[in-house]
């Protein structure tokens, strides 16, 4: 049996009156998907645990099934495992995220215009990162470049008494109120308000102004943590995998689960990633004989950030056409099951994430053989989900619901 995870991050949604009062999911076409959740098994799961934030840090181990009340330790931990980022005990881990605040004089006052940097590429990125390494780097202190937007700081020693906001949360506020917070939060706000000094005129940024690209005005601190311990995917399943992603979260997740990590060209977590590569990466990981392959896919979680309704359908069809269509063409005839679900949901409205339950459906290739259809399931969707009148409370055991043949 082999056994596939695509993970559609941020795909659950709220009804929205430009989609008929639809959401994303419900509106776009999704033949594959519906196919599937109308010969299988669907449900709703709560991958957030009451009194954790609904990040995909917390989302994403629930999926693969660690409980986040026993292993999770915050977010940049994980991408510092996925970049190569060795952490010792004391060390703490900081996502440091390139973004464009407002020209305010006063850094409190200056608002978050784009948590994102238009998406800026990594090659450019890295500039700017190696820029922020050479004016505010310590003994204490070091940046990591990562991918996109997406970069890492670790302070050795460091505090964990802190309350960071996530950039993608503040979305066009002020960010005076969203500032560090708690132990050696001064020396964090230096950090990001010396950036600002001098990243605007970075010839990095020259350029990208000379494009009408946004630039990357300053650093943006927040999703601290200590290296986690996991127990090991195989040791906890018996299944030996791998995972598919852009995303360094994700992949660190999977360095610290024991799984191996693929590079697909061209995969850049955005709507321009290489969707057809993810698939083959896919099928190439089960031809090679391991049982479990976990697909995450970005896209439709930075649409509901920058709160693109029409990108956001277009990465959920990309996803069912070249993904899923790509994995059902395949497969054919082996002994597989498929799960296929959001980690959390990223709501148009709200342009963060929620902690709303979100769908999921498993199906076999022996459900599609027998083609038995449900009629109470005719799409695959947050509404039509419920209907399938299954709950999973703790989202950590879906996996092993998913790797069972109840």
């Given at each position: 049996m082999k056994y596939i995870v695509v993970l559609i991050?941020?795909?659950a949604d709220r009804p929205i009156k430009e989609l008929g009062d639809k959401t994303p999911l419900a509106y776009a076409r999704t033949p594959n998907m519906n196919k599937l959740a109308s010969v299988g098994r669907v449900g709703l799961v709560k991958t957030i645990p009451d009194g954790f934030e609904p990040g995909s840090d917390v989302a994403n181990l629930s999926v693969l099934g660690y409980n986040p009340a026993r292993y999770y330790t915050g977010r940049a931990p994980l991408e510092a495992a996925s970049i190569g980022a060795k952490l010792d005990e004391a060390d703490v881990a900081f996502r440091c995220n390139l973004v464009t605040l407002s020209d305010e004089d006063d850094y409190s006052e200056k608002r978050m215009i784009d948590y994102s940097s238009d998406e800026i590429e990594t090659d450019e990125a890295a500039k700017l990162i190696n820029g922020v390494k050479?004016?505010?780097?310590?003994e204490d202190i070091h940046f990591y470049v990562g991918t996109s937007y997406r970069h890492l700081m670790v302070w050795k020693g460091g505090p964990v008494d802190l309350k960071l906001?996530?950039?993608?949360?503040i979305s066009e506020r002020v960010i005076g109120s969203y500032l560090p917070k708690g132990d050696k939060a001064g020396e964090l706000l230096e950090l990001m308000m010396d950036s600002n000094?001098?990243?605007?005129?970075?010839?990095?940024?020259l350029m990208r102004k000379s494009k009408g690209l946004r630039l990357s005005t300053s650093i943006?601190?927040?999703g601290h943590g200590r290296r986690p311990t996991l127990e090991t995917f195989y040791k906890k399943y018996g299944l030996t995998g791998a995972v598919v992603s852009a995303v360094d979260l994700v992949k660190g997740l999977g360095v610290y689960a024991g799984l191996?990590?693929?590079?697909v060209n061209g995969a850049t977590g955005t709507i321009n990633t290489n969707f057809l590569g993810k698939a083959q990466a896919g099928l190439d990981v089960l031809k090679s004989g391991k049982d479990f392959v976990f697909i995450h896919l970005e896209a439709a979680d930075e649409a509901g950030h920058r709160g693109e309704v029409d990108t956001k359908v277009k990465a959920i069809e990309e996803v069912d056409e070249k993904v899923i269509g790509t994995l059902l063409s395949e497969l054919g005839s082996?002994?597989?099951?498929?799960?296929i679900l959001p980690d959390h949901a990223t709501p148009i409205s709200i342009r963060t994430h929620s902690a709303d339950d979100v769908p999921f459906l498993i199906a076999s290739g022996e459900d599609l053989k027998k083609?038995?259809?449900?009629?109470r399931i005719p799409e695959f969707s947050e509404e039509l989900t419920k209907k399938g009148g299954f709950m999973v409370d703790k989202g950590y055991e879906l996996m092993d619901l998913f790797l069972t043949k109840r």
């Open positions: 991050d941020g795909m050479e004016v505010l780097e310590s906001t996530p950039p993608h949360d000094k001098f990243l605007p005129e970075h010839p990095v940024n943006w601190i927040w191996d990590i693929v590079k082996e002994d597989y099951r498929l799960m083609s038995c259809s449900h009629d």
